[in-house]
C-alpha cells in the first residue's frame, strides 16, 4: 500500500512527530528489516529499493516469496496491530533505505486520533483480499500459467530488478527448477528471451492470453 493511502487523514502536527521519531535504515541485498517470529518494533517505510516477504514452509522447510514492496510502500503494520510475532521475514531484494516510526509513536496516533482506525482497516480488508485472490490463483493454475502471471506482476512491479529463477519459483510456490523449464517452453513459444538473469518480455499480451487460460 502506498504511504498516501494510510496516513491520508494524519495531521501535520502528526507527521512532525512521525519524521522526528523516524529511524533511518540501510539494508542490503539480502538482509532483513526483520525475521519470521521477531517482535514488531513499528512500521517500515520504504524510501528506495526493494523488500520481499519470505514465508518459511511450516510441512517443507522452503522459503516462499509471498509478496513484494517497494519505494514509497510501507510495511510491518499487520503484526503490530495484531500484537503478534511477524509471520514472515522482511529480506531486501536489493539495497534499500528504509523509515522505522517505532510501535509506541504509531500506537499513540492513534489513540490520538482514532478517525485513522478506519484507513487501517481499508488497507488490512485490502491486504486480505490480495492474499485470497493470491490462494485461489495457487491452487486452479498449472506452472505455465502461473509463470507467466509472475512475471508480468514482477516486471511491472519493478522493471530494472533482474529477477532470480529461485525468486520466481517462491512466488509461484513451485520450484526452480520447475520454473526454468516453463520458462523454457515460455521462450520457445516467443514470449520471453532470456539472456542470463536478465528477462525480456517480447509480447506482453501473449502472456496476459496464457495467464487468462489458466484463470
Known amino acids: ?25 540501510t539494508l542490503r541485498r539480502g538482509e532483513s528489516a526483520y525475521r519470521q517470529g521477531d517482535l514488531p518494533k513499528g512500521i517500515y517505510f520504504i524510501e ?9 514452509g511450516a510441512a517443507s522447510g522452503r522459503e516462499h516469496l509471498m509478496r513484494f514492496f517497494r519505494q514509497g510502500q510501507f ?10 510475532g511477524y509471520h514472515g521475514s522482511a529480506v531486501a531484494l536489493e539495497t534499500t533505505s528504509l523509515k522505522l516510526v517505532p510501535k509506541e509513536i ?13 484507513d487501517v482497516v481499508k488497507v488490512l480488508s485490502k491486504e486480505l483480499r490480495r492474499c485470497e485472490t493470491n490462494q485461489v490463483m495457487i ?8 509463470t507467466a502471471q509472475a512475471l508480468i506482476y514482477l516486471k511491472d512491479l ?20 520447475t ?12 514470449l520471453i528471451r532470456q ?15 496464457l495467464q487468462d487460460r489458466g484463470t
Not at 522493471?159 to 526452480?176: G, K, L, M, V, Y
Request: aromatic content about 6%.
Open 106 to 118: 504509531v500506537l499513540a496516533v492513534i489513540d490520538k486520533e482514532p478517525e485513522l482506525l478506519r
Open 139 to 146: 491452487l486452479e493454475n498449472q506452472i505455465l500459467e502461473r
Open 1 to 25: 500500500m502506498e504511504l498516501k493511502n494510510l496516513w491520508a487523514n494524519i495531521s501535520p502536527d502528526t507527521k512532525k512527530q512521525f519524521e522526528s521519531a523516524a529511524i533511518s535504515i
Open 179 to 190: 520454473v526454468i523449464k516453463a520458462m523454457a517452453e515460455l521462450e520457445d513459444l516467443g
Open 48 to 56: 528506495q529499493g526493494l523488500v520481499g516477504l519470505n514465508l518459511l
Open 195 to 209: 539472456e542470463g538473469r536478465v528477462i525480456h518480455v517480447l509480447d506482453r499480451d501473449g502472456l496476459i492470453a
Open 158 to 177: 519493478h522493471p530494472d530488478h533482474n529477477w532470480t529463477r529461485q525468486e520466481i519459483a517462491n512466488f509461484c510456490a513451485s520450484t526452480a527448477s
Open 75 to 84: 510495511f510491518g503494520h499487520r503484526a503490530l496491530f495484531s500484537d503478534e
